[in-house]
């Protein structure tokens, strides 16, 4: 039952992360266009602000029952298969960008929005946007992934 849980979780936590990005990338940006720069700016930041909320959530969940999954479930790595650890390096290298675009390039839209910096504003949420873009194809590759070697392939 334990195990059920932690895979649960971890897939709940995958599900909002991914189509989260998939949202923002795929839905709000298109429909952000619309707008006028100031608008476009503010509803960007407020949307952005709440799922960044979510990841800090979901990213630890999605480590923390992947590797409690890894160790009491497939015994760690020797007997895990190679998709484990696929997703395992994948998860990584998606928490560091998403640690990286949030200290960084999401940190100074805030600060140049707070200073009413358009310019500089939508060149870092451009940043943010092209290192949500490499997360969400990292992501879509780690579902791709996760489905193919949970059938043994």
């Known amino acids: ?25 795929l839905a709000l940006r298109p429909a952000l266009a619309e707008l006028e720069p100031p608008a476009r700016l503010a509803l960007h ?6 799922f960044f909320l979510i990841v800090w959530h979901a990213m630890p969940a999605l480590l923390l029952t992947g590797w409690a999954l890894l ?6 790595f020797r007997g895990s ?12 290298v998606m ?3 998403y640690l990286a675009l949030f200290f960084g ?10 200073a009413g910096n358009t310019a500089d504003a939508a060149a870092n949420a451009d940043k943010v946007r092209q290192l949500v873009s490499i997360n969400f194809i990292l992501g879509l590759l780690t579902v791709a992934v996760a489905a193919w070697g949970r059938f043994g392939g």
């Not at 650890?85 to 998860?91: E, K």
């Not at 390039?105 to 707070?114: D, E, K, L, N, V």
């Open 105 to 114: 390039p999401w940190r100074a839209f805030r600060t140049a929005r707070a």
């Open 81 to 92: 298969g190679w998709h484990i650890h696929l997703m395992h390096l994948t998860g990584l």
């Open 45 to 50: 930041e407020g949307a952005l602000r709440r």
């Open 1 to 25: 039952m334990l195990g059920q849980l932690l895979y649960s979780l971890h897939v709940l936590g995958a599900v909002l992360w991914v189509g989260g990005m998939g949202f923002a990338l």
């Open 71 to 76: 160790f009491f479930w497939y015994g760690g």
């Open 95 to 97: 928490a560091g960008i």
